[in-house]
């Protein structure tokens, strides 16, 4: 069973910050490049953020690019997203995935799988 667990979202105001964790078994850590994805009612999920397994690659989409910064602490088995300047097209529900590649052109997410998300509402 995948544990990936995500948590921080809440309501803020835009230009704002929120900052995403999350908690990960080692079974669903370890080795694995991690990403976050975010989703709105309607629409496909869409990758925001990805980093490989020791940090020395990150990618982020562009819309989020300059204000979104992803990590991760391979001891805690932690990833996190701090996410500062929000605009509230940054609402949605934020997943981070693990098992997918990362690499300088994106996130490849075939074999990914999801934790159930934390909401992130982005008030104007």
């Known amino acids: 069973q995948v544990q990936l667990m995500e948590s921080g979202g809440g309501l803020v105001q835009a230009g704002g910050g929120l900052r995403l964790s999350c908690q990960a078994s080692?079974?669903?850590?370890?080795?694995?490049?991690m990403a976050w994805f975010r989703q709105t009612p309607g629409k496909e999920r869409e990758v925001v953020s990805c980093?490989?397994?020791?940090?020395?690659?990150?990618w982020y989409s562009g819309s989020v690019k300059g204000r979104f910064t992803i990590s991760r602490d391979n001891d805690k088995k932690t990833l996190f997203l701090q996410m500062n300047s929000l605009k509230p097209e940054d609402t949605a529900m934020y997943y981070c995935?693990?098992?997918?590649?990362?690499?300088?052109?994106?996130?490849?997410?075939?074999?990914?799988?999801w934790g159930q998300g934390t909401q992130v509402t982005v008030s104007s």
């Open positions: 995935a693990r098992g997918g590649v990362c690499g300088s052109a994106g996130y490849d997410a075939s074999r990914s799988v």
């Open positions: 080692q079974a669903d850590f370890d080795g694995y490049h």
């Open positions: 980093i490989n397994w020791i940090s020395t690659i990150t």
